[in-house]
């Protein structure tokens, strides 16, 4: 069993206080949090870092690793039907394991303990990654109704029965409909049926792209939430991604139907996408987390710089250098992100909660002086800062050596099925 101090490090309190304490780890769970000298006969020294609850991210496609870099700089739509969708069509097996292990190397290194996923199909792969790596996962399979869209929902039904809860209760899983223009009323209404006899929550993209709702009342005669909400989808606790344009009364199904919304800064950037108006959705008491969304559209699973955006942008979007303060937008990633995943016990450092931990150091000059720790963290560290990653009390790494994958064994597979699906040699 895990049995170990924390000792003498700077920690991130709920409240955004940062103080010097001890914290205690048993098992899967933080156990005890003192201050002042600590014995114990293993003991993680925690001068000069920063410890802040795990970084969740709320929306990625993690095998998607596979095509950074495989086209960039077009218009959701062209990159998604010319680029993406033809190649993705030839993904095997094997190719959905390795690029889910490559996310998972850059995550854990990153300071990422839990992530949403929508893939697939054979999500089942992604589940091993999960628990092979340690990390946490909620994972979807994305549906689109042409194409065998039955077959790809009794497929997420069936991954929900053999998964949900396994690795220790680190995967969930959750019904993965596409979007809107991938997915029909029709279509939703099944799905919504399927998720009530589970009990499973959905993750779905919407109110992406100002076609998407434009192409909504074109055809249903009502924007996208409002089409949704008569199928019934929102009935079990929804993930939400994107949400970039919104009317106040989309805001108002969003808030009733107590949707988490998950805000994918560095995505809406480079679509295009627009910019999803945070400060009004957290002034309305919305859950809003962040994500990175997929590789080939970010191009990376940095949380900290979905962070970073996330706090400058909705400065900029509200014309107001106050709103999402570094505190707030380090909640977004960490206590917020695990409400959207549903996570519980998980987010805080806290007693009883789950021990889901960030060792960041602090030793560089970019953290020089070191004033206040949670600033430094958003707006001036990167990444590689991370220096311990912890997930249900477990070392998944620890000063920066990786605990769990084999990265260079990773790195190989990973390249030999990204060169053959684009037919690249990179
Ligand atoms: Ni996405």
């Not at 003192?34 to 293993?42: C, I, K, L, N, S």
């Not at 309305?284 to 990376?300: K, M, P």
Request: glycine share 8%; aromatic share 6%; with cysteine.
């Amino acid at each position: 069993m895990n049995n170990f101090v924390i000792s003498g490090v700077k920690m991130l309190k709920p409240s955004g206080e940062v103080e010097i304490a001890n914290i205690h780890v048993s098992g899967d769970k933080i156990s005890k949090i003192t201050r002042g000298e600590v014995t114990h006969d293993h003991i993680i020294d925690g001068k000069d870092k920063f410890a802040t609850p795990g970084l969740v991210n709320a929306h990625t496609h993690a095998s998607m690793t596979l095509l950074r870099s495989y086209s960039d700089d077009k218009s959701l739509m062209d990159w998604l039907q010319k680029d993406i969708w033809p190649v993705e069509a030839k993904m095997k097996r094997k190719d959905i394991y390795w690029g889910a292990a490559l996310a998972a190397i850059e995550m854990i290194r990153g300071g990422t303990t839990a992530f949403a996923d929508m893939y697939g199909p054979c999500m089942e792969e992604v589940a091993k990654i999960v628990a092979e790596s340690g990390l946490r996962g909620s994972l979807s399979q994305g549906l689109i109704s042409f194409a065998d869209g039955d077959k790809k929902l009794a497929s997420n039904v069936e991954l929900y029965k053999n998964f949900h809860g396994a690795a220790d209760g680190r995967i969930q899983i959750m019904l993965g409909p596409h979007a809107i223009y991938t997915c029909p009323p029709d279509y939703l209404k099944k799905v919504a049926v399927e998720a009530s006899k589970l009990g499973a929550e959905i993750h779905i993209h919407m109110n992406e792209t100002q076609t998407e709702i434009e192409e909504s009342i074109k055809i249903y005669g009502k924007r996208p939430f409002e089409v949704i909400l008569d199928t019934g989808l929102f009935e079990n606790g929804t993930l939400a991604a994107h949400c970039v344009h919104l009317s106040d009364s989309e805001i108002e199904i969003i808030k009733s139907k107590k949707i988490r919304v998950a805000h994918n800064p560095g995505s809406n950037l480079k679509l295009a996408s627009g910019i999803a108006p945070v400060k009004k959705l957290l002034d309305a008491g919305i859950t809003v987390a962040l994500g990175t969304d997929g590789a080939s559209s970010n191009n990376n699973l940095d949380m900290l710089e979905e962070i970073r955006l996330a706090a400058l942008i909705a400065k900029v979007e509200s014309m107001n250098p106050l709103a999402v303060p570094a505190n707030q937008a380090l909640k977004m990633a960490t206590e917020y992100g695990a409400a959207a995943l549903g996570l519980k016990n998980v987010g805080k450092l806290e007693v009883g909660y789950k021990a889901d931990i960030v060792l960041w150091e602090m030793s560089g000059v970019e953290w020089q002086p070191n004033y206040n720790p949670a600033s430094l963290l958003v707006y001036s560290a990167n990444s590689s800062s991370a220096d311990t990653v912890i997930v249900d009390g477990k070392i998944l790494m620890q000063n920066r050596e990786l605990k769990t994958l084999d990265a260079e064994k990773i790195l190989a597979e990973f390249k030999a099925c990204a060169n053959r699906l684009t037919g690249k040699d990179s």
